[in-house]
C-alpha cells in the first residue's frame, strides 16, 4: 500500500461478508472518503453512504479506522441496516433509494453461507418485492440503468459529477447500463420499476431442501424435512388465532419451515396490528430452523405494529 492508497475498510456492513461487486462500490465511495480525512483530519461517513444523486445511499455504513475522528460521532445504527416497511427479515437491504423504497439481497437460507445473492427493489408502500439481478452484479447494472433512465425522464439535466461517477461505477463493474433494457421479474413505467406479476422469484435449492412460495414474494427456503405433508392456506385477511394455533402444532410437530411460512402469509395478508401476536412463533421459527439472526430482525419490524381497528379482540 502506497501514500496515495487508502487503507481497507472494515468488512462489518451486513450479516455476510460483503459481495465483490458492492465491495467495488463502497471501494469508491471509501476513497473519496479517505482523501477528505488526509485533507482535514476528520472523517465524514456522509461521503461513504450517500450517492443518491447518482444511485442510492448506503443502508450500512464503514467505521472509521481505528486512531481516527469524526463528526458526527459515529454509531451503531450506521452498522444495523433498517428493515424496510412490509419486508421480512430475508430481504436485507444494501442502499436506500430515497423515496422509501430500498434495494437489497434476498437471503432466505443465511445457514448455506453463499457468497453472494439475489436483487430484489422493495418500495415501501406494499408487501412483496421486485427482482432486479440473479447477483450484485446484475443488481447493480440495473440500478445503473435506472438511474440513466430517471435522468432521462425528468426535466432537469443530469448532474455532471453523478455521471461521471456512474461511469467509473460502470467501467469498474465491467457492466454496460442501458435506460432501455428490459430485465426479468420487472418492467418500465417511466422511471418507475414495476413489478411483473406473472414472475415467480425462485432460488437455487440444494438436495434434500425445498422452496415454498409465499405471500411475500420471498417464501421459504429450508431443509426438506423441516415441512409438514400440507401446505398452508395463504387466506385474504386471515383470523389469526387459528393462525397462531396452526403455527404451534407445525412448531411443535418439528416442522418450522412451514410454520414459518404460514407466518409469514398471516403477516402479509392480515392488518398490521397482527404482528404482535405473531413475532413470538415467528422468531420460534427462525431459531428452530437455525436462523436466530433473522429472530432478531424481527425486533426491526416493531414499527408495523399499528393501532388495532379489528371488529373482535385478539
Known amino acids: 500500500m502506497t501514500d496515495s492508497t487508502p ?3 472494515v468488512d462489518d456492513l451486513f450479516p455476510f461478508p460483503t459481495p465483490p461487486a458492492l465491495q467495488t462500490l463502497v471501494d469508491i465511495a471509501w476513497q473519496r472518503a479517505y482523501e477528505r480525512y488526509v485533507e482535514d483530519e476528520c472523517y465524514d461517513d456522509t461521503l461513504v453512504a ?3 444523486d447518482f444511485m442510492f445511499d448506503l443502508a450500512a455504513t464503514p467505521r472509521p479506522l481505528d486512531g481516527w475522528t469524526g463528526s458526527p460521532e459515529f454509531g451503531e445504527d450506521h452498522l444495523q441496516p433498517a428493515l424496510p416497511m412490509f419486508a421480512t427479515p430475508e430481504f436485507v437491504p444494501f442502499g436506500a433509494l ?5 434495494v437489497g439481497w434476498l437471503v432466505p437460507a443465511p445457514e448455506l453461507g453463499r457468497p453472494d445473492h439475489p436483487v430484489a427493489l422493495a418500495n415501501g408502500h406494499d408487501h412483496g418485492v421486485t427482482l432486479i439481478g440473479a447477483d450484485t452484479h446484475a443488481g447493480l447494472e440495473f440500478m445503473l440503468s435506472w438511474t440513466l433512465r430517471r435522468w432521462r425522464e425528468r426535466p432537469e439535466p443530469e448532474p455532471p459529477a ?3 461517477l456512474l461511469d467509473r461505477v460502470a467501467a469498474e463493474l465491467g457492466v454496460r447500463p ?3 433494457r428490459v430485465y426479468a421479474g420487472s418492467s418500465w413505467d417511466g422511471s418507475r420499476v414495476s413489478h ?3 414472475f415467480a422469484i425462485s432460488f437455487d435449492v440444494p438436495e434434500g431442501w425445498r422452496h415454498e412460495r409465499g405471500e411475500d414474494g420471498i417464501g421459504v427456503l429450508a431443509p426438506a424435512d423441516a415441512y409438514a405433508d400440507s401446505r398452508p392456506v395463504a387466506a385474504d385477511r386471515p383470523q389469526l388465532e387459528p393462525e397462531l394455533i396452526a403455527a404451534e402444532v407445525w412448531l411443535d410437530a ?3 419451515a412451514t410454520a414459518l411460512l404460514a407466518l409469514k402469509d398471516a403477516f402479509v395478508n392480515g392488518p398490521g396490528c397482527y404482528f404482535a401476536d405473531l413475532k413470538p412463533l415467528w422468531a ?3 431459531r428452530d430452523l437455525g436462523r436466530p439472526e433473522y429472530a432478531d430482525r424481527l425486533d426491526l419490524m416493531a414499527r408495523y405494529q399499528s393501532a388495532c381497528s379489528c371488529e373482535a379482540p385478539h
Open 7 to 9: 487503507p481497507p475498510w
Open 50 to 52: 450517500t450517492h443518491y
Open 98 to 102: 430515497g423515496t422509501g423504497a430500498d
Open 162 to 164: 453523478g455521471r461521471r
Open 178 to 180: 442501458d435506460p432501455d
Open 196 to 198: 411483473d406479476t406473472g
Open 254 to 256: 418439528g416442522h418450522p
Open 284 to 286: 420460534r421459527a427462525y
